[in-house]
């Protein structure tokens, strides 16, 4: 059993950055996932990063303005986010994938445990 519990999201300018925080708790060896979810949308892979923190994937949009990093010693993951904009609008979720024989994967389906959100806000 894994929880996963997000903190970090807020209300920010367009231009403004966020870190936001995924601590878990259970077991501690496994692949790290973000994705989030805007109204009327469906849920989307932002970021993932391997258990030992030397793979990561991004979606193209955020390449180059957000950061997945993670400390195994907190069991925490983090999302910096730089250079925000309204269409980053969303709830971030993290999520757990158990199975550490497989690569990280963009795919929703694959993580096991996911946390219950954390609101972030890009205003113009």
């Known amino acids: 059993q894994v929880q996963l519990v997000e903190s970090g999201g807020g209300l920010v300018q367009v231009g403004g950055s966020l870190r936001l925080s995924c601590a878990a708790s259970?077991?501690?060896?496994?692949?790290m996932g973000w994705f989030r979810q805007a109204p009327g949308k469906e849920r989307e892979f932002v970021s993932s990063i391997s258990w030992g923190g030397t793979i990561t994937y991004y979606t193209d949009s955020v390449k180059g303005r957000f950061t997945i990093s993670r400390d195994n010693a907190k069991n925490t993951v983090y999302l910096q986010m730089d250079n925000l904009r309204p269409e980053d609008t969303a709830v971030y979720y993290c999520?757990?994938?158990?199975?550490?024989?497989?690569?990280?994967?963009?795919?929703?389906?694959?993580?096991?445990?996911w946390g219950q959100g954390t609101q972030v806000t890009v205003s113009s």
């Open positions: 999520a757990a994938d158990l199975d550490t024989r497989l690569g990280i994967s963009r795919d929703p389906g694959r993580y096991d445990y």
């Open positions: 259970g077991r501690t060896f496994y692949h």
